[in-house]
C-alpha cells in the first residue's frame, strides 16, 4: 500500500476496482467514479441501443466485481473503501439502463437520481451496504441504487418530452 493507504494501481485488480484510478481523486469518490461513467454512457448512447442487450454484460460485470471486491477487501481487511467505485460505475449503468431519451439533459437528471439514492440507501441498498460482508455487498447497493433512480426518472422523464 502507498503512503494515504490505497493500494499500488498497478495491481489489476485495483485499477479495475477504482475504475482506472478515478476512485483515488480527492473528496467524493464516489461522484467522481459516476461523473467518469457518464462519457461512456453518453456515447453508447448515442447508437441507441435496445437496454437488453447490456443486461448479460452487467450481470457478469457485477458478478466479477462482487468476488474481486471481495478477494480485494478480504485481503487488506477494509469493508467498502472509498477507492473502490466500480460499484458507481455499475449502479449508474443500472440507472442508465431506464434512460427515455439519450441526450445530456436526460443523463444528468440519472446522475443526480442516482447519487441522491446512492447517498441515501433506501432499504435494501442499506441491508447490502451495513449487513453483507461479502464484496457483493458493497457491488449491490448501488445496484439497487441505480433501479430505484431508473425506476424513479421515468415518470420525470415524461416531464420533459
Known amino acids: 500500500m502507498n503512503q ?13 476496482l477504482s475504475f482506472f484510478g478515478v476512485g483515488y481523486l480527492p473528496l467524493a469518490p464516489g461522484t467522481w467514479g459516476t461523473l467518469a461513467t457518464l462519457p461512456f454512457l453518453y456515447g453508447i448512447g448515442r447508437f441507441n441501443p435496445p437496454f437488453f442487450l447490456f443486461l448479460p454484460f452487467l450481470t457478469m460485470l457485477t458478478i466479477i466485481s462482487s468476488f474481486i471486491a471481495d478477494k ?13 467505485v466500480i460499484d458507481e460505475v ?23 437520481l442516482f447519487r441522491f439514492f446512492d ?6 441498498a442499506s441491508y447490502f ?14 445496484i439497487v ?12 422523464s415524461y416531464f420533459l418530452k
Open 4 to 16: 494515504d493507504n490505497r493500494p499500488n494501481l498497478k495491481r489489476p485488480d485495483i485499477l479495475f
Open 72 to 84: 480485494v477487501q478480504s485481503e487488506l481487511k477494509a469493508h467498502d473503501p472509498q477507492w473502490i
Open 90 to 112: 455499475l449502479g449508474m449503468t443500472t440507472a442508465w439502463l431506464f434512460i427515455q431519451q439519450h441526450n445530456l439533459l436526460h443523463l444528468f437528471i440519472l446522475f443526480i
Open 119 to 124: 447517498i441515501i440507501k433506501f432499504w435494501p
Open 129 to 142: 451496504d451495513k449487513k453483507m460482508s461479502h464484496g457483493a455487498g458493497t457491488i449491490l447497493d448501488d
Open 145 to 156: 441504487s441505480g433501479v430505484y433512480a431508473g425506476l424513479l426518472y421515468i415518470p420525470i
